[in-house]
Every structure is written in structure tokens, then in C-alpha cells.
């Protein structure tokens, strides 16, 4: 059996029938052991690392199986996901790779993301102070999923007289601590948390990256503008509950749908890919964040579609419908650049 075919056998046995449960009880250290064993640590680090070695498109497709299963579960793991194939190409490089970084390539450790920050420099982001033998580390990452369950951090901070973004792995027991609490009315499940870094020592071999904040920003482009494959995951799984519901008028809200999410998930993947091939940047970047907007849009129209379909039972939280329509709120301004927000709200303004 193929990879793709027991991720989704998984997500139909383990992840969907337990995602209420999740989302009020927490992403447990057991799901990260199951995703573990599917492979899904290492899914693409090379075969020398024990890893999969999977291409970009069948990650699209286990990113859009596992959102479409249980966001909450989708958000730990691909953070994770994402910074390992930081790190894969760090390995390809020829660069040396922190031995914690070699445990993530072989599916080990699990790391958390403390990178988004960055995005709203100089207003707020983690400061780096450049020592003898390292930097320190200080300030507050805004969120961190999967509190508690990682190995390690990796947390971007920027030297502010240089504007250098360096990217280090941090390990929780070197002095990190919760902040204020969030109280998150989605993904609640996702162990999402405030972190606090009060000066954090990091020796020198712990950096993974130390690049420019303009390079930086425009690396990730590509992260905020374009629409990624768990916007389809989890529009697939709106879809299917529309159509398994008997009544005649919302399977037809389902048929007319389905092509719709089909042709813009066309779209928005054709883009990605184009833009990634000459170089990413702001290539259509225009064309990228319309077909993001549209859906995030497809995705509000959907969730209401299903807590309309079942009246007021829909927002009972033993329902779906609601954890879906939190969801794609949460959609919405997951990664949200002024970019992104400029286009939401041109569109809404339209």
C-alpha cells in the first residue's frame, strides 16, 4: 500500500471520528507517536536519513488529507513538516546540520515554529544579540502550536542594527515559559500558546539559517500569498458532509460546489508551482493572492452552507458544523500578511 493510501486510511480510521474530541481535549503525544509511525516525521528527508523522500505533490496531498481530517492534528504536524523540509535542504546543501536537526531528518523530533514574527518587524519580533560564541535570544514568539509535545523550536530573531534574521533551534528546556494564556475560539485543540524567551543563550552550532530580513520576506511570499493544500482539505471535507446530508437542496449546494473548489484548487496549485519555478517573489503575486482570497471565501460559504443545513443543531458542540466554520475562520488569517489582508478586504469591499 502506497503512502497517500494509508494516510487516508489513517485519517478515516483514527483522525476524523476523534476531531471534536481534539479540538476540546489537545493534540496528544499519542497522534504525534501514530504520525511517527507512518513516516510522516521524515516523510521527505532522504532515504540516507531513513526518510521517504516524497515529492511536492504528494505532500500536497497528505497535507490536504490530514487538514481534511482533523485541522487541529494538521497544524502541530505541519509545522514540523514545513521546518524539516527547511532542514532536508540545509542537509543538501553541504552546510552542517545541528544534531538535533539530524534527529528531526530521521523522524526523532518533532519541532515547533517560532518563525512568523519576523513578519511584523520592527513592531514586534524576537530579538537576536550577537555574543562571543552565539547570540541570545529575547522576547515573545505571538504563537507556538503544539506546546509541549515538541523536542525543539525553531525560533527566527532579528539583529536589529543589521537587520539579520537567524533561525536557531531552541530546546523548551533551556528557559522557555508560557505567556499570558490565548483563548482561542479555533483550533482550540492545537496546544497553541504564547512563549517567552527571557534572553535565551544559543551557541553558534544550534543556527540553521542567518539571512537577510529583505531575503527573508521575500521567501515568504510564497508561505503568506498562495493558497496551500490544507485550504482544500478541509473544503473537501465541508463538501462531503453537504453531499452525505439527505436533503436534495444541499447535495445540490455540494454539486455545485465541487467543480468550483476543483477548478481553483487547479489554479492556486498552477500558480504556486509557476512562481516557485521563476524564482518566487512577487511572480503573479496578484493572480496568487486572489485564488487564496477566493478560497478562503469558498471555505465561508461552505461552513455556512453546513450550520444552515443543520439549523440549530449546527452549533451544538457535538457538531461538526461549528468546528468546521471556527476552522475556516482560522483559515482566513492563518499567515496573514499585509498583502493578504489588503486583498480580503478588497474583495469584501467589492
Not at 505533490?57 to 527547511?86: F, K, S
Not at 531575503?215 to 473537501?236: C, V
Not at 444552515?308 to 488569517?333: C, K, N, W, Y
Request: with cysteine; net charge neutral; glycine share 10%.
Amino acid at each position: 500500500m502506497d503512502l497517500v493510501q494509508k494516510v487516508r486510511d489513517y485519517a478515516e480510521r483514527e483522525l476524523r471520528p476523534a476531531a471534536l474530541r481534539t479540538d476540546r481535549e489537545g493534540v496528544t503525544a499519542r497522534r504525534i507517536a501514530e504520525l511517527r509511525d507512518l513516516g510522516l516525521l521524515n516523510h521527505r528527508s532522504p532515504t540516507e536519513y531513513g526518510g521517504l523522500a516524497v515529492d511536492s505533490a504528494t505532500d500536497r496531498q497528505i497535507h490536504e488529507i490530514i487538514a481534511g481530517g482533523c485541522l487541529n492534528t494538521w497544524l502541530v504536524w505541519a509545522q514540523h513538516a514545513v521546518l524539516a523540509g527547511r532542514l532536508v535542504g540545509l542537509a543538501g546543501s553541504g552546510l552542517p546540520l545541528p544534531g538535533l536537526g539530524r534527529r528531526v531528518l530521521t523522524g526523532e523530533a518533532l519541532l515547533g515554529a517560532g518563525v512568523s514574527d519576523v513578519r511584523s518587524f520592527p513592531r514586534r519580533y524576537i530579538e537576536a544579540i550577537r555574543t562571543d560564541d552565539g547570540w541570545i535570544f529575547d522576547g515573545t514568539i505571538s504563537w507556538v502550536s503544539g506546546w509541549g509535545l515538541h523536542t525543539a523550536l525553531a525560533v527566527s530573531a532579528v539583529e536589529k542594527d543589521t537587520e539579520t534574521v537567524v533561525t536557531a533551534l531552541v530546546e523548551p528546556g533551556a528557559g522557555l515559559r508560557v505567556g499570558a494564556p490565548l483563548d482561542l475560539a479555533a483550533v482550540t485543540g492545537s496546544r497553541t500558546e504564547r512563549v517567552i524567551l527571557d534572553r535565551i543563550p544559543i551557541p553558534d552550532r544550534h543556527v540553521i539559517s542567518r539571512q537577510s530580513l529583505e531575503q527573508t520576506r521575500f521567501d515568504d511570499l510564497a508561505t503568506a500569498s498562495d493558497a496551500r493544500a490544507h485550504h482544500f482539505g478541509l473544503a473537501a471535507t465541508v463538501l462531503r458532509e453537504l453531499a452525505e446530508t439527505p436533503d436534495p437542496l444541499v447535495q445540490a449546494v455540494a454539486t455545485t460546489w465541487e467543480p468550483r473548489v476543483a477548478r481553483l484548487r487547479e489554479t492556486a496549485y498552477a500558480l504556486a508551482d509557476e512562481a516557485a519555478a521563476a524564482g518566487g517573489g512577487r511572480h503573479r503575486l496578484e493572480e496568487r493572492l486572489a485564488a487564496k482570497t477566493a478560497s478562503g471565501e469558498a471555505l465561508a460559504t461552505l461552513t455556512r452552507a453546513l450550520v444552515v443545513a443543520r439549523a440549530g443543531r449546527g452549533l451544538a458542540g457535538d457538531d461538526t458544523a461549528q468546528l468546521h466554520a471556527r476552522s475556516a475562520l482560522f483559515v482566513l488569517v492563518q499567515g496573514q500578511s499585509p498583502d493578504v489582508r489588503r486583498t480580503q478586504l478588497a474583495e469584501l469591499a467589492r
